[in-house]
Structure formats: structure tokens, C-alpha cells
């Protein structure tokens, strides 16, 4: 067994969120994910409900573990169609601020050009901003809001005996535009396997720059952010702003 256990108030409901969602769309799903089996009450000092769950194995993702990195791609896209093409009525939407995944990009524009500045001398900014504008003025999901994720990181992937085996962490599950669940082509993905997760999707231009938008946004933004309260954390170039880029300028 697992536990989850909230530990602030903004987390607080995610054990009743997975209680009520997971069951229904775990049958529908072709890897693992979690499996509720009882919600703890507040008590002892401790404010918040809290969830059992089934332990499923693996180590978290990374690439060198994967016997075949295509594979994995193609699993994670074949996730992700199975989780949009399931049916949506009473889904959670996604909050109206500008770190709610699924959303529109320019909310988090202003955050975006303070962190870059603050970046100034570290990153070609003309370069940044281009990538970023043109994420900016991609055309917006104009279909209906279908399941994502919302946090498909290394973090959230298992892996075991050389496959991609579950998806964990659903805290961030919500019917929402779907290049909120692209993250995963530049964190966890490169060259060949990027490609291969992108084609089993079969998205478009306009999505594919929207989910670059926040795979770029999300790691810039964070930069400052953890210099100031974990400077370990980004001690290191960021590959993933590298890659965005890179993927940027090839459609030049």
C-alpha cells in the first residue's frame, strides 16, 4: 500500500477527486494508474483527508532505464488518446489562474517576461521570447475539453523491466484543452522518441506550439523561483529550455 497525504490547503479534496475519477477511467486505460482502496479522516493534529492506495512497482522515469525509448513514446501518446477519447460529463475544470495547466498561455505572460529578465545575461532572449510568442499566437483549442493529466513529468512515470508500466499523481486531472498533457515531449522525451510521441498523437501545428509554451514557460519561470529556495535544484543548464528552443527554431 501508499499513502497520500496532503500537506497544504490548496491540496486539500485530490484524495476525493481520485476516489471518484480513478476507478471510472482506469478500465478505459491501456497503463496502470493508481488504484484508491480508503480515505483517512482529519485527526491527531493532521487537518486534511487523506488516500490509501495500491502500490504499483517501477522506478520513476528515466530515459537510460527504457529498453526501447520508442516504445515508451508510443505507450505514452496511446495513453493519452485512450484518456481524451473518454467521455467527460461532471469533470473537474481547471481553475482560472495562470499556473492551471489546460489553460490559456498568455495569463502567464507577464511571469514569463519577469523571469526572463531576471535571465537576461544567461539566455538568448531573443530567441526565448520569439519561441514564447509564437506559442502566444498559436490558434486556441477550439474543441471540446477532453481529460488530461496535466502533469505528465519523469516524476509521474513509472517504469519497470524496461517498459513503461503507470502513470501516477493525478492531482492535476481535468477536462481541458490537450496540449496540457504535451509536457512529456520535451521532460521526458529526445530526438527519435519525441518524434514518435508526437506522430502517435497526431496533433496539430497550434497544439504542438501551445504545449511547447508551457514546457518552455514552465521551466523558465521556475529558474528564479528555486535559485531563491533550492538552489540544487537548477544548479544545472536546463535541457528542457534547450530543447524547446531547438525544437522552435527547426520549424524556422
Known sequence: MAARLPRTPWAA????QDATW???LAPQLPLAVPEPVAIGNPGEGYPFSWGVYRWLD?????????SDPAQAAADLAGFICSLQSVDTTGAPAPAEDPFSRGT???PRDALFREALDELRDE????LVLAAWEASLAAAPWGGAPVWIHGDLLPGNLLVAKGRLSAVIDFATLRAADPAGDLLAAWYAFT???RRVFRDGLGVGDDTWARGRGWALSLQLISIPYYRKRNPDAVRQPSQVIADTLADFAAEG
Open 123 to 126: 539566455y538568448d532572449t531573443g
Open 22 to 24: 480513478l476507478p471510472r
Open 58 to 66: 517501477g522506478e520513476a522515469f528515466q530515459l537510460d532505464l527504457l
Open 191 to 193: 530526438g527519435e522518441s
Open 13 to 16: 479534496g485530490q484524495v476525493e
Open 104 to 106: 490559456a498561455l498568455a
